[in-house]
C-alpha cells in the first residue's frame, strides 16, 4: 500500500540536507507569524515526503520519520533529527534492508526520558505477499541503532506508538485487514511484553501508564467502530466497547484527569458519511455522548482530536469535501465542543483565499499548546492551476478566532502531514513535502519551523 500522492515524493539532483528561507505569499494585511528556518532531505532518484514529527522533552530537537520512494517501487524510510533553534540536521537514519525492498515509516514517538527516538512503518519485497510492520529505536542523541522487530502485515497501514510514562515500555497498534494487532515491546531490547488481537488507527496513553485506549474499526467483519481499553502491565482486555454502525475512529484523545476517553472518524449512516465524535468513560467503557454532523460524502477526514490542557474544549478538525462541477472541492472546520455534553461551543471554517476557487483546503494535522489556549491546524491548498502549497492555522481554543495562518510554496507542489508544537509553546513544527525548481519534480522532505508569536 502507498500512501497518497504526496506523501512519498523526494529529490533527484539535490545531495544534501539544506536549511532554506523560502517566502510565503500572504494575503494584503493577514497577521503572520515568523518562518523560523525550513530544512529539507533529498534521497536521489526518490520521492520522499515526512508523515510524523515529534520533539524531543527538552525542546531542543525535532524528529522527523518519512519515506522514500524510487521508480521501481523501492522504498525506503528516512528518520531525521534537527536542532529546533537552528534546523541544522543533526544525524539520519535510514530504513533500507537491501535492494527492492519496500519500505517506509509513517508515526514517531520520542521516550520522555528523551534517550531514545521510536518509529513504525512498514518494511518487505517488493511484489512480496505483504509488508510487514516494522518498530526502530534509534539512539535520540547519535540515531545509532538500538533495535529493530517486526510485527504483523501491515501492507503500509500506519501503526500508531506511544512510549510508557518511565520510558520503559513501547506501544503499537495497527487495524490493517486481517492483521489487527496491538502489542507491548521492551523499549531497550525490543523483546515482545504481550500482545492482543485487536488493533486501531489510534491510540491513547493513560497518564499514568497503566491503560492503553486504541480506537478503530473492528476486524470481525461488521465495520462497526469500536473502543478497548487493554492493562499495559499484562495487555488484558479492560473492557471493549462497540459503537454499532459501519464506522472508523481514527483520532482519539483523553481527558486531563483521564476520566474521560475522546475518539472520532467517519461513520457511514445510510446512503450518507458523517463525522461522528463520541466519548467514553475509561473505567467502563460506557458512552456518555455521541455527536454526528455531515461530512460532505466525498472524501472528507478527521484530521485531528485533543482536549485542552484546562479539560474546557474538546478541539477537532475535519476537512469537508463535496462535488462542485465534478471537481471535489474542500475546506476544513475546527470546531470546539463541551466536553461533558458534547454540545457545540464554536465552530471556525476554512477555505484559503487561494485554493476555495479550485481544489479548497484540506486539513492533515491538529496539535494543542501546551497551555491549551490555542489550536493549531495544518493541511494544504490547491490553486487554480492545480499546484498546492502548505497553509497553517492558529485559533484561540476560548473562541474559536484565528489570530494568524502561515503559508509555505516551494514552488510547485507542496503537501504537508503532520505537526508538532515544543514544550514551551514557542514553535510550531510542520512537516511533509514539497517540490523545488531544478530538483526533476521529484519532492524532497520538508520541515519548516514557525515562531507561534505573531510578527508585529
Same mark, same amino acid.
Given at each position: 500500500?502507498?500512501?497518497?500522492?504526496?506523501?512519498?515524493?523526494?529529490?533527484?539532483?539535490?545531495?544534501?540536507?539544506?536549511?532554506?528561507?523560502?517566502?510565503?505569499?500572504?494575503?494584503?494585511?493577514?497577521?503572520?507569524?515568523?518562518?523560523?528556518?525550513?530544512?529539507?532531505?533529498?534521497?536521489?532518484?526518490?520521492?520522499?515526503?515526512?508523515?510524523?514529527t515529534a520533539v524531543s522533552p527538552d525542546g531542543s530537537t525535532v524528529y522527523v520519520?518519512?519515506?522514500?520512494?524510487?521508480?521501481?517501487?523501492?522504498?525506503?524510510?528516512?528518520?531525521?533529527?534537527?536542532?529546533?533553534?537552528?534546523?541544522?540536521?543533526?544525524?539520519?537514519?535510514?530504513?533500507?534492508?537491501?535492494?527492492?525492498?519496500?519500505?517506509?515509516?509513517?508515526?514517531?514517538?520520542?521516550?520522555?526520558?528523551?534517550?531514545?527516538?521510536?518509529?513504525?512503518?512498514?518494511?518487505?519485497?517488493?511484489?512480496?505477499?505483504?509488508?510487514?510492520?516494522?518498530?526502530?529505536?534509534?539512539?535520540?542523541?547519535?540515531?545509532?541503532?538500538?533495535?529493530?522487530?517486526?510485527?504483523?502485515?501491515?501492507?503500509?497501514?500506519?501503526?500508531?506508538?506511544?512510549?510508557?510514562?518511565?520510558?520503559?515500555?513501547?506501544?503499537?497498534?495497527?487495524?490493517?485487514?486481517?492483521?489487527?494487532?496491538?502489542?507491548?515491546?521492551?523499549?531497550?531490547?525490543?523483546?515482545?511484553?504481550?500482545?492482543?488481537?485487536?488493533?486501531?488507527?489510534?491510540?491513547?496513553?493513560?497518564?499514568?501508564?497503566?491503560?492503553?485506549?486504541?480506537?478503530?474499526?473492528?476486524?470481525?467483519?461488521?465495520?462497526?467502530?469500536?473502543?478497548?481499553?487493554?492493562?499495559?502491565?499484562?495487555?488484558?482486555?479492560?473492557?471493549?466497547?462497540?459503537?454499532?454502525?459501519?464506522?472508523?475512529?481514527?483520532?482519539?484523545?483523553?481527558?486531563?484527569d483521564g476520566s474521560t476517553l475522546f475518539v472520532a472518524g467517519i461513520s457511514q449512516?445510510?446512503?450518507?458519511?458523517?463525522?461522528?465524535?463520541?466519548?467514553?468513560?475509561?473505567?467502563?467503557?460506557?458512552?456518555?455522548?455521541?455527536?454526528?454532523?455531515?461530512?460532505?460524502?466525498?472524501?472528507?477526514?478527521?484530521?485531528?482530536?485533543?482536549?485542552?490542557?484546562?479539560?474546557?474544549?474538546?478541539?477537532?478538525?475535519?476537512?469537508?469535501?463535496?462535488?462542485?462541477?465534478?471537481?471535489?472541492?474542500?475546506?476544513?472546520?475546527?470546531?470546539?465542543?463541551?466536553?461533558?455534553?458534547?454540545?457545540?461551543?464554536?465552530?471556525?471554517?476554512?477555505?484559503?483565499?487561494?485554493?476555495?476557487?479550485?481544489?479548497?483546503?484540506?486539513?492533515?494535522?491538529?496539535?494543542?499548546?501546551?497551555?491549551?489556549?490555542?489550536?493549531?491546524?495544518?493541511?494544504?491548498?490547491?490553486?487554480?492551476?492545480?499546484?498546492?502549497?502548505?497553509? +497553517?492555522?492558529?485559533y484561540k481554543t476560548a473562541s474559536g478566532k484565528r489570530f494568524w495562518t502561515a503559508?509555505?510554496?516551494?514552488?510547485?507542489?507542496?503537501?504537508?502531514?503532520?505537526?508538532?508544537?515544543?514544550?514551551?509553546?514557542?514553535?510550531?513544527?510542520?512537516?511533509?513535502?514539497?517540490?523545488?525548481?531544478?530538483?526533476?519534480?521529484?519532492?524532497?522532505?520538508?520541515?519548516?519551523?514557525?515562531? +507561534?508569536?505573531?510578527?508585529?
Amino acid at each position: 500500500m502507498r500512501y497518497p500522492k504526496g506523501l512519498a515524493r523526494a529529490a533527484a539532483s539535490a545531495t544534501a540536507c539544506a536549511v532554506l528561507a523560502l517566502a510565503a505569499a500572504a494575503p494584503a494585511g493577514a497577521t503572520t507569524v515568523p518562518r523560523l528556518w525550513t530544512a529539507t532531505l533529498p534521497v536521489t532518484s526518490h520521492d520522499v515526503t515526512g508523515n510524523a514529527t515529534a520533539v524531543s522533552p527538552d525542546g531542543s530537537t525535532v524528529y522527523v520519520a518519512g519515506t522514500a520512494v524510487g521508480t521501481s517501487n523501492e522504498g525506503y524510510g528516512e528518520t531525521v533529527a534537527y536542532n529546533a533553534t537552528t534546523g541544522a540536521q543533526i544525524w539520519k537514519a535510514t530504513l533500507e534492508p537491501g535492494q527492492l525492498f519496500d519500505d517506509g515509516l509513517s508515526s514517531i514517538a520520542v521516550s520522555p526520558d528523551g534517550a531514545a527516538v521510536f518509529v513504525t512503518g512498514f518494511s518487505g519485497k517488493v511484489g512480496a505477499q505483504g509488508l510487514l510492520q516494522v518498530i526502530i529505536a534509534y539512539n535520540a542523541s547519535t540515531g545509532a541503532l538500538l533495535w529493530q522487530v517486526s510485527g504483523p502485515v501491515v501492507n503500509g497501514a500506519r501503526s500508531p506508538i506511544a512510549v510508557s510514562p518511565d520510558s520503559s515500555a513501547v506501544y503499537v497498534t495497527s487495524s490493517a485487514a486481517g492483521a489487527n494487532q496491538t502489542a507491548a515491546y521492551n523499549a531497550t531490547t525490543g523483546a515482545l511484553i504481550w500482545s492482543d488481537p485487536a488493533g486501531g488507527d489510534a491510540s491513547a496513553l493513560s497518564a499514568d501508564g497503566s491503560a492503553l485506549f486504541i480506537a478503530g474499526q473492528a476486524g470481525n467483519g461488521t465495520g462497526a467502530a469500536f473502543t478497548e481499553a487493554l492493562s499495559t502491565s499484562t495487555g488484558s482486555q479492560l473492557w471493549q466497547a462497540s459503537y454499532g454502525t459501519s464506522a472508523n475512529f481514527t483520532a482519539a484523545a483523553l481527558s486531563p484527569d483521564g476520566s474521560t476517553l475522546f475518539v472520532a472518524g467517519i461513520s457511514q449512516h445510510g446512503s450518507g458519511r458523517v463525522y461522528a465524535t463520541a466519548a467514553y468513560s475509561t473505567s467502563a467503557g460506557t458512552q456518555t455522548w455521541v455527536v454526528t454532523a455531515s461530512s460532505g460524502n466525498i472524501a472528507s477526514t478527521v484530521a485531528g482530536l485533543a482536549e485542552t490542557s484546562a479539560g474546557s474544549a474538546v478541539i477537532i478538525s475535519e476537512s469537508v469535501a463535496r462535488l462542485n462541477n465534478n471537481v471535489v472541492v474542500s475546506h476544513w472546520k475546527t470546531i470546539a465542543l463541551n466536553p461533558s455534553t458534547g454540545a457545540t461551543l464554536w465552530t471556525a471554517s476554512y477555505a484559503d483565499f487561494n485554493g476555495a476557487p479550485y481544489g479548497g483546503t484540506t486539513a492533515t494535522a491538529l496539535v494543542l499548546s501546551p497551555d491549551g489556549s490555542a489550536a493549531y491546524v495544518t493541511g494544504f491548498a490547491e490553486d487554480s492551476s492545480g499546484n498546492t502549497y502548505w497553509v +497553517t492555522s492558529a485559533y484561540k481554543t476560548a473562541s474559536g478566532k484565528r489570530f494568524w495562518t502561515a503559508r509555505f510554496n516551494g514552488r510547485t507542489d507542496n503537501n504537508c502531514y503532520a505537526m508538532a508544537v515544543n514544550p514551551s509553546g514557542t514553535q510550531v513544527f510542520v512537516t511533509g513535502n514539497s517540490t523545488y525548481t531544478g530538483t526533476g519534480q521529484n519532492d524532497v522532505m520538508t520541515t519548516d519551523s514557525y515562531s +507561534t508569536t505573531p510578527a508585529s
